[in-house]
């Protein structure tokens, strides 16, 4: 017998791609955030997301008109047509996130664009809306995922320990940190606040919030612009390697990305520098024409493609290297507690 899946059905298959657990909630919700234009993004967890995740914006927020609309599957404002895919500048674009979450999780959201006089309240649980409401709120949007795989008991039982998703968490907002330098970010973990970035577009000033001081001392500044690709960031020097790829934080035109090739042409670049098996710690961010890539290969899209393989490997290569020749420490500690 074949036959047509529900939409409840889809969505929760959708969401085994999207939802891997509390840590890609995570990033799809703080990435509609920066989508709609936040200057300040808070996250709040609670038990490591499996319990509660809370993400507070100051962005654009959802018209009345459009609130229920956005939780279905493939609703975006962010592309009308397979060409728009070509230049995409947005994180988000396949209108799955809210619809893959809202199928597995208790989510509420409240949420008021600046030019309407009140906000809307709405809650969906188990991809089936339990009530809409007008409600007095701030500009922006609220969040609140609670209980994530009630529904799906089988995948609840594979969530890590608390510390386990935590950890994933804090990997997560980090990187989304350090990718907007110009968003002040605030992170909370079981009331403590773990980091807060100030926002005024000084990379810097990033790390020096989210890592510690002695990472900060070992990095390089590197910035070029050549004919594929222009380089801004901090790379570390030789001395300061780690035992694994999990610093090497690389984004293109702001999303974070992991790329064989990028990682091939920024590891080459410090060979003979590293001893066997270390991996240079990196914040790199790379802006490359979106026409000349393909971001639509996997549903998490930490995935890309280049059209040009070489030039994007020969010039980061060239980059990287250059700035190691060059050796030159960050100048002056500008350090703000
Ligand atoms: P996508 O991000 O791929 O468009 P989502 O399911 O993540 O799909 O979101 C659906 C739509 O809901 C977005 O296109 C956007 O219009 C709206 N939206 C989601 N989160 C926010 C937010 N924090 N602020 C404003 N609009 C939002
Ligand atoms: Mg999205």
Known sequence: MIRVLDELTINKIAAGEVVEGPFSVVKELVENSIDAKSTSIVLEIKEG???????TDNGIGIPESQVETAFLRHATSKITQLEDLESILSLGFRG???????????????????????GINIEVAGGKILHKKQVGCPTGTTIMVKNIFFNTPARMKFMKSTGGETTKISEIITRLALSKPDVSFKYINNNNIMFTTPGNGDLSQVILSVFDRTTFKNLIPIRGEMEAVKIDGFISQPSYARGNRSYEITFINGRFVKNKLIFQAIENAYKERLPINKYPVCMLSLEIDPKTIDVNVHPTKTEVKFHNEDAVYQEIYRGVKTALDKRMLIPKLEIKT
């Open 96 to 118: 799955e996130a809210l619809a893959s979450i809202a199928s597995v999780a208790q989510v509420e959201m409240i949420t008021r664009p600046a030019d309407q006089p009140h």
């Open 49 to 55: 997301g499996k319990k509660l995740i809370r993400i």
